[in-house]
Structures are given as C-alpha cells and as structure tokens.
C-alpha cells in the first residue's frame, strides 16, 4: 500500500532552506515547486538536512528504489481544491404558475476528501410562471460531484437544492419550487485531494556540510 505523506503544519518549513530529519521519512514534507492549482503535472521536492550517518543512510534506503510505478505514494496536497470562481449561467425559463421572486445562488465543488466553500454569490429575478435554471461549469481535476445552494431574497441563505455527478450538468427549479430544507454551505474548505507522486531519479545528490551532516534534495513527478 501507498505511504500518505503528510505537510504537517508544525513541521513546515521554507522549502529555500534545508529541513532537520528529526522525524522518521514518514513525517517529510514536500514542498509544492509551481504555482497553485490547478496544473496538469506539478513536481515537488524535497530537501532534507540529516544530522550523522545513521539518518543520512535511513532516508537514502528508504528513497533509494522509489522510482517509477512501482514506488508511487499518495501525498496529500498541503492546499485544498480552490473554491470554484463562478457558479455558472443562470437562466429563467418557461414552466410552474409561481409568482415572481428573486434567488441568490452558488455552487461548491466536492471531492472525495470533502467540499469547498461556495463561490461568489450571484442573484437573478425570476418572472411569474417561469423557473430558475443554471448550467454550472465542467469540473476541473480531482472534482467528483457539484452542489447547488439557492436562496430566496436575502444574500446568504442558500440552502443545497441540487447535487449532481455530472460534468457541466443544467439544473433547473422543480414547478413546485425550491423547499429551503437543504444544508447551508460549508464554512471550511475540506476538499482536499491526494496526489499520486514518484521520485524522479534514484541517484540521490548529497552533499556533506561539514563533520557528520549531510543534505539532499530529492524531486518528485505527479503521475497522472
């Protein structure tokens, strides 16, 4: 089984700077080299400082065959999946006898760790005898499924009206309309998603810094 490695926060550390391998290799973190999602291929590296011998050979054993297919890991990515930008094109279409109303609505992507906050609120009027109707955007990576949160006249009070699987999906308001019953969005950002990795070359470079310390960087590929 894959090894998840986790950015623990306490652990952090400037990844222009070399990390004491105080803990197992279990506890490294990686630094995340490029931009902030999305990428269709990121590399991260890791740069590590071991204080004698010993923790050198540990951390060049442990790495030492984890090229390729064969020693992929899971790691965790340090930032969650972005809040979505925008909730999509809204609509008012033909259908139902409701009266005239105004909804506030937004959308949040899901993942299989968690949901992201909603994006930006937008509102639309809506005319007597027609129905709310929005078509959302396609999913970007890692996204599984969208929610939909409506709210009548006042920003802020989305209730989830919708969810769906579907990549780009239309939804559109029942004829009896929306029953405000449904959750509010989350609060937090827990959309968080793993991202398979291997190391890109098992000639690990050390250096010796001076009596019994040594330091290395080690640069691994998403495998998409």
């Given amino acids: 089984m894959a090894e998840i490695f986790t950015l623990i926060p306490e652990y952090a550390f400037d990844y222009v700077l070399n990390w004491n391998t105080l803990q197992t290799p279990f506890d490294l973190g990686y630094v995340q080299t490029r931009a902030r999602w999305p990428f269709a291929k990121r590399i991260f590296v890791l740069r590590w400082q071991s204080l004698n011998q010993v923790e050198k050979e540990y951390i060049e054993s442990f790495f030492i065959n984890q090229v390729g297919a064969a020693g992929s890991f899971n790691y965790l990515l340090p930032d969650p999946i972005a809040t979505p930008d925008y909730p999509g094109s809204a609509v008012q279409v033909a259908g139902g006898a409701l009266g005239s109303r105004t909804y506030y609505y937004g959308i949040s992507w899901l993942t299989s760790a968690g949901e992201t906050r909603q994006s930006v609120e937008r509102s639309i009027a809506i005319s007597v005898n027609n129905l709310f109707s929005i078509t959302v955007p396609r999913f970007p990576a890692y996204v599984t499924s969208v929610n939909l949160y409506v709210g009548q006249d006042f920003p802020g ?8 699987t579907v990549s780009g ?27 398979l990795v291997h190391l890109m070359d098992d000639a690990i470079p050390l250096s010796k810094n001076h009596a019994g310390v040594y330091s290395g960087e080690l640069k691994f590929e998403e495998v998409l």
């Fill in 157 to 164: 009070i989305g209730h989830l009206e919708g969810t769906s």
């Fill in 169 to 195: 999906v239309t939804f559109t308001e029942p004829t009896s309309g929306y029953t405000a019953l449904g959750a509010f969005a989350p609060l937090t950002n827990t959309a968080s998603v793993t991202a």
